[in-house]
């Protein structure tokens, strides 16, 4: 790639992963949009995201859970079912125009949703039934390894919206769902890592250095509001992106 398009690239990977990481995601959806917006081969998105995405998610779950944020109780039955049905969606194929008019539409209202709800720090929360939370683990699994995004994008809406845990909480059990997610879905896609284009390690420096700085505020000084309003714009730019792109 000549270096007037990748240092432009360079840029929105570390704005995606800054931007994402400051709710405890990794960034899937945005480095496809990146990677669509310069014309890269369809076929390096899903090995590309999806790396990219276990080394923010890694960054995150870090940030977050030495912030005190994480809860083992809510992570652990989304995460049971989510990881062998993420390495079995990256094993399959789903036809893009079926799941992405679908998936974009529910992201957009779920961002609709956060940006209505008011205080959401302030009431009580309860984490769900198990039963449920394994069945929801199990589709949102499936649905991150046919898509190449973490599941988190997914998740952490459902959490909020039903009232499972608070903002940092989710962004913290969000951040480790991405990442055990991520690897499964890779391990599942492992023929598409070839695909991986060389200019891959840069794009990992500016991701890495977007998750560290994103994590950072996510965990540590963003007001609660503020998270909400960030989340609410990423699922809104991820919305947008499966309807568009």
């Given amino acids: 790639m000549i270096l007037e398009l990748l240092i432009p690239m360079l840029l929105c990977t570390l704005l995606v992963a800054v931007l994402y990481s400051c709710v405890g995601h990794g960034g899937a959806s945005g480095y496809i949009a990146v990677l669509a917006l310069f014309s890269v081969a369809p076929e390096v998105f899903k090995p590309t995201a999806l790396t990219l995405n276990l080394l923010v998610a890694g960054i995150a779950t870090f940030s977050f859970a030495r912030a005190g944020h994480f809860s083992w109780r809510l992570f652990?039955?989304?995460?049971?079912?989510?990881?062998?049905?993420?390495?079995?969606?990256?094993?399959?194929?789903?036809?893009s125009h079926i799941y992405r008019p679908?998936?974009?539409?529910?992201?957009?209202?779920?961002?609709?949703?956060?940006?209505?709800?008011?205080?959401?720090?302030?009431?009580g929360t309860t984490p769900p039934a198990t039963p449920t939370a394994l069945f929801i683990g199990a589709a949102l699994g499936l649905l991150s390894g046919l898509t190449g995004v973490g599941g988190g994008i997914f998740l952490s809406p459902l959490l909020l919206l039903f009232k499972w845990g608070e903002p940092r909480e989710v962004s913290a059990v969000a951040a480790l769902f991405i990442l055990v997610n991520s690897?499964?879905?890779?391990?599942?896609?492992?023929?598409?890592?070839?695909?991986?284009?060389?200019?891959?390690?840069?794009?990992?420096?500016?991701?890495?250095?977007?998750?560290?700085?994103?994590?950072?505020?996510?965990?540590?000084?963003?007001?609660?509001?503020?998270?909400?309003?960030?989340?609410?714009?990423?699922?809104?730019?991820?919305?947008?992106?499966?309807?568009?792109?």
Avoid: C, D, E
Wanted: hydrophobic share 55%; net charge positive; charged share 5%.
């Fill in 183 to 245: 690897g499964a879905g890779l391990l599942g896609h492992l023929s598409g890592v070839q695909a991986i284009p060389g200019y891959a390690p840069l794009l990992a420096g500016s991701a890495v250095l977007g998750g560290v700085v994103g994590s950072l505020l996510g965990s540590r000084h963003l007001p609660v509001p503020t998270i909400m309003r960030v989340l609410s714009l990423v699922l809104t730019i991820a919305g947008f992106k499966l309807l568009l792109v």
């Fill in 102 to 123: 679908l998936v974009g539409v529910v992201l957009l209202l779920s961002a609709s949703r956060l940006l209505l709800q008011k205080n959401q720090g302030a009431v």
């Fill in 76 to 95: 652990w039955p989304f995460a049971a079912t989510s990881i062998p049905f993420s390495f079995l969606g990256g094993y399959l194929t789903l036809p």
